[in-house]
């Protein structure tokens, strides 16, 4: 008797989409859900290590380079797998969310690379999870020309040769996606997307002359690397194409894998391209683990936390020795500014903080940086145009003069800012529009001159909750009470009220986005990622 055929994947609870037939076809979802029953119980067992990390840390209140994989370090030997040529030269990359009109404006930028988002710049509606998978696919045969119907404004892509390489960024392990089931158990999301997207592109991009790239979030340890690997080796040999034609970019954004970024690049070595410097996620990872640390443990305001702060100096330049004594390439911070239409003035000022930073970046030895608006990649480029010229990296520049001591990445005591009462204020407005336009299903929000993201509402959550627990005295003497950020809550909801108007208010999720942010601010059981307790009430 011939064993029974494997239970098909169930898609549960979801509206039909258009065009959703060409995506989730039987055979991409018996890919995906045989990357489920292969990797999600590792995913699971890393998963829990994580809370026995943090516990660790809690007990601890340091953290240190890992003494069993001391000989990766030691060995000068290996190198991560030769870029190929579309990932090369990657100077400038522009970030964003997979909606239709970002694929092509993205595509459109002048920059090297497009990190095409289904992570933190993308609320992961199944809306947003298939079309933006749709949206993908539609690029690379070239049937994606679109028109606004607001303005009636039309967008097209340019001729090939003029269009950002895209690198894909999946969910982080720690989300699953609730549509898509196997017996009843939702499949990871970050399974999800790869699959899908690797299943229908991989061949495709291979015959553009490029290949199935991706960025891997949230990684907390060298064997989450490990298990990106496994999947990769797994994937190419499904369909058939040659191991090593994937390409994965990891972003440092935890404390724990910053302390990890050469075992990091040697499991992913016949894979890896190279390692990314974050900052808000990383200052959120470094809350979450040292939120019970003391006073030493407590950052300010999240704007005053630059990367010239000493402790994230040292971790930059970890990132660029590390990426380069291996060929990496080592890819530096977000610009997140959104040009006004309105204030050149504001624009002026923003432009020159974005060239500095940029500047700083290139001449600190990075191959490359990000931006969020297209605006903004002619003021990167030239910052990377100045140090690189013609060559498309300065993978040579070693960084040797660069040593960094494990204290030196969690030394946040060197610091002279302090929490101020108007950081509150800031937290509380940033994360309550945030939140209700995440729950509106947009990932990626324009507020207050900034483009911010999931990470943007996980510092600014965090910082509350810190400064709560921390019993920190602001400037003007108030304490930093449960008590004050509701006050500063109800009078910012009234704000918003008074700003939008009745109607506008009461069509939004404003008291949801209000009430889940003193959820996740206020609860002495501090919730691991927002995006947890989000994605229940998420349509």
């Not at 098909?8 to 989409?17: G, K, M, R, T, Y």
Request: hydrophobic residues 45%; aromatic residues 8%; proline residues 5%.
């Amino acid at each position: 008797m011939s064993a029974p055929a494997p239970s098909p994947l169930a898609i549960v609870d979801a509206e039909p989409l258009p065009r959703q037939d060409e995506v989730l076809t039987d055979a991409a979802l018996a890919f995906v859900a045989e990357l489920h029953r292969r990797f999600t119980p590792r995913r699971d067992e890393l998963l829990a290590r994580r809370a026995e990390r943090r516990a660790e840390i809690a007990r601890t209140s340091t953290l240190d380079f890992l003494p069993e994989t001391a000989a990766i370090r030691a060995d000068d030997s290996w190198k991560v797998a030769p870029a190929p040529a579309a990932l090369n030269d990657r100077r400038v990359e522009i970030t964003g969310p997979t909606d239709r009109k970002m694929t092509i404006n993205a595509l459109n930028s002048g920059a090297k690379v497009w990190l095409a988002d289904f992570e933190d710049a993308s609320a992961p509606t199944w809306e947003n999870v298939v079309l933006g998978q749709l949206n993908l696919i539609d690029a690379y045969t070239r049937d994606i020309d679109f028109t606004d119907p607001r303005s009636g404004k039309s967008y097209a892509l340019k001729p090939a040769e003029e269009l950002a390489t895209v690198v894909t960024r999946p969910r982080g392990w720690h989300l699953n996606e609730r549509h898509l089931q196997l017996d009843g158990t939702p499949v990871p999301g970050a399974l999800v997307d790869f699959g899908l997207y690797f299943f229908h592109n991989a061949q495709r991009l291979i015959d553009l002359g490029k290949g199935p790239y991706f960025y891997l979030p949230k990684t907390e340890s060298h064997l989450e690397a490990r298990l990106w690997n496994d999947i990769f080796v797994f994937a190419q040999d499904y369909v058939g194409i040659p191991r090593g034609t994937v390409r994965a970019t990891v972003l440092i954004e935890t404390i724990t894998a910053a302390y990890e970024m050469e075992e990091i690049l040697y499991e992913l070595r016949e894979h890896a391209s190279g390692l990314n410097a974050g900052r808000w996620d990383y200052l959120f990872s470094i809350v979450k683990n040292f939120r019970d640390g003391g006073s030493e443990f407590v950052l300010p305001d999240r704007n005053a936390v630059t990367m010239t702060a000493p402790f994230m100096r040292a971790y930059t330049e970890l990132l660029v020795r590390t990426c380069h004594k291996r060929g990496a390439h080592a890819i530096g911070g977000m610009a997140a500014f959104i040009p006004s239409r309105r204030d050149a003035e504001v624009n002026k000022v923003a432009f020159e903080k974005v060239k500095a930073d940029k500047d700083r970046e290139a001449h600190d030895g990075f191959d490359g940086s990000w931006v969020a608006h297209p605006d903004l990649v002619p003021i990167a480029m030239a910052s990377f145009d100045a140090v690189l010229g013609e060559k498309p990296n300065q993978k040579e520049r070693l960084r040797e003069d660069v040593s960094v001591a494990a204290g030196d990445l969690i030394a946040i005591d060197t610091l002279d800012a302090k929490p101020t009462y108007e950081g509150l204020r800031n937290a509380v407005a940033v994360g309550i529009r945030y939140i209700e336009a995440w729950l509106r299903g947009m990932g990626a929000v324009a507020i207050f001159d900034l483009m911010e993201d999931a990470a943007t509402a996980e510092i600014s959550r965090s910082q509350i909750w810190q400064w709560i627990n921390a019993d920190v005295v602001f400037e003007n003497g108030r304490h930093a009470t449960a008590e004050l950020a509701r006050a500063v809550a109800a009078e910012e909801l009234a704000a918003i009220r008074a700003e939008i108007g009745d109607e506008a208010f009461t069509a939004g999720k404003w008291q949801q986005a209000h009430d889940l942010l003193l959820q996740v601010s206020l609860d002495q059981d501090y919730t691991d990622f927002l995006t947890l307790p989000a994605y229940e009430q998420l349509g």
